[in-house]
């Protein structure tokens, strides 16, 4: 004889199976993130874009490896990206949850013969220009011919992607650029001597005041022959302005950069480049 099931044996039912479901899912283990160990040599006195691990002009750059002499030599981060050295844990111990804790510097760190910083078996902390987060390990040196010069600097290291919107690695106070809008838009035909005017929206916090600066540029160089705007004296910040160039002649502009640049200083402390596509003819 079956037995008949009202609403509350059901309910019941209902119940146990939930929870049968949420204890099977408790206990299934979350599959760590898969690391790729990469390998790099850095040559002496040449920048690296981590990112798109190439090497790149001081534009572009996340780190510049600075010989200042045979005895005298910096790791130096760039164009907004930060570097910290790692004490007291190994590479593989070092996850994305401990990369976003780090505090970086925008300061050069030492790989000098006198009292180095970084040295073989040194592992750093890299924030990219780009907000991606890398663990490194500098793993030796190669010489320059047959000197004992440390030139060509050998690491291994994981590059982590970080999602734009993770809170967790933006600073609302650190320098940034950000093209807002370019006029006429991309693709573009200007008559000789038309302006291509581009909006750029700017904070800076690192320095009292900085220039800002919008170029065109052709196959990854400057593009001759332009005539542009130039920059007053931004004040810390945050704002909006409009820069503009032009040519006289027949020209094609590939790319528009964007630099901050200090009173005191050639180099930016920060750089943002949009792929376009504009010609003057």
Same mark, same amino acid.
């Given at each position: 004889?079956?037995?008949?099931?009202?609403?509350?044996?059901?309910?019941?039912?209902?119940?146990?199976?939930?929870?049968?479901?949420?204890?099977?899912?408790?206990?299934?283990?979350?599959?760590?993130?898969?690391?790729?160990?990469?390998?790099?040599?850095?040559?002496?006195?040449?920048?690296?874009?981590?990112?798109?691990?190439?090497?790149?002009?001081?534009?572009?750059?996340?780190?510049?490896?600075?010989?200042?002499?045979?005895?005298?030599?910096?790791?130096?981060?760039?164009?907004?990206?930060?570097?910290?050295?790692?004490?007291?844990?190994?590479?593989?111990?070092?996850?994305?949850?401990?990369?976003?804790?780090? #505090?970086?510097?925008?300061?050069? &760190?030492? !790989?000098?013969? $006198?009292?180095?910083?970084? %040295? /073989?078996?040194?592992? +750093?902390?890299?924030?990219t220009t780009e907000g991606n987060l890398v663990k490194l390990e500098?793993?030796?040196?190669?010489?320059?011919?047959?000197?004992?010069?440390?030139?060509?600097?050998?690491?291994?290291?994981?590059?982590?992607?970080?999602?734009?919107?993770?809170?967790?690695?933006?600073?609302?106070?650190?320098?940034?650029?950000?093209?807002?809008?370019? #006029?006429?838009?991309?693709?573009? &035909?200007? !008559?000789?001597? $038309?302006?291509?005017?581009? %909006? /750029?929206?700017?904070? +800076?916090?690192?320095?009292?005041?900085?220039?800002?600066?919008?170029?065109?540029?052709?196959?990854?160089?400057?593009?001759?022959?332009?005539?542009?705007?130039?920059?007053?004296?931004?004040?810390v910040g945050s704002g909006i302005i409009q820069g503009w160039f032009f040519f006289d002649k027949?020209?094609?502009?590939?790319?528009?950069?964007?630099?901050?640049?200090?009173?005191?200083?050639?180099?930016?402390?920060?750089?943002?480049?949009?792929?376009?596509?504009?010609?003057?003819?």
């Amino acid at each position: 004889m079956y037995r008949k099931y009202n609403n509350s044996d059901a309910l019941i039912i209902a119940v146990f199976v939930m929870a049968c479901i949420f204890l099977i899912s408790c206990s299934k283990k979350t599959p760590p993130t898969e690391e790729i160990y990469k390998t790099k040599v850095l040559k002496g006195t040449w920048g690296w874009d981590i990112d798109s691990d190439a090497e790149e002009p001081r534009e572009y750059r996340d780190l510049w490896w600075e010989h200042v002499n045979e005895h005298e030599r910096y790791l130096v981060p760039r164009n907004g990206s930060g570097l910290a050295v790692v004490k007291g844990k190994k590479l593989e111990d070092i996850n994305l949850g401990d990369l976003k804790k780090m #505090e970086f510097t925008g300061g050069r &760190i030492s !790989a000098s013969d $006198e009292n180095p910083d970084i %040295d /073989v078996g040194t592992i +750093l902390a890299v924030r990219t220009t780009e907000g991606n987060l890398v663990k490194l390990e500098v793993t030796g040196f190669d010489q320059l011919n047959d000197s004992h010069l440390k030139y060509d600097m050998r690491m291994r290291y994981v590059l982590y992607e970080i999602n734009n919107s993770d809170s967790a690695i933006a600073e609302p106070q650190q320098d940034s650029l950000k093209i807002i809008s370019i #006029e006429p838009k991309s693709p573009a &035909i200007l !008559a000789l001597g $038309e302006k291509l005017t581009v %909006d /750029v929206q700017y904070n +800076l916090s690192s320095v009292e005041q900085a220039h800002i600066f919008v170029r065109p540029y052709t196959g990854g160089n400057k593009t001759r022959g332009y005539r542009a705007h130039s920059s007053p004296l931004y004040n810390v910040g945050s704002g909006i302005i409009q820069g503009w160039f032009f040519f006289d002649k027949p020209t094609k502009v590939d790319e528009v950069l964007v630099r901050m640049v200090p009173d005191d200083s050639r180099e930016p402390v920060v750089v943002t480049r949009l792929k376009i596509n504009a010609e003057w003819k």
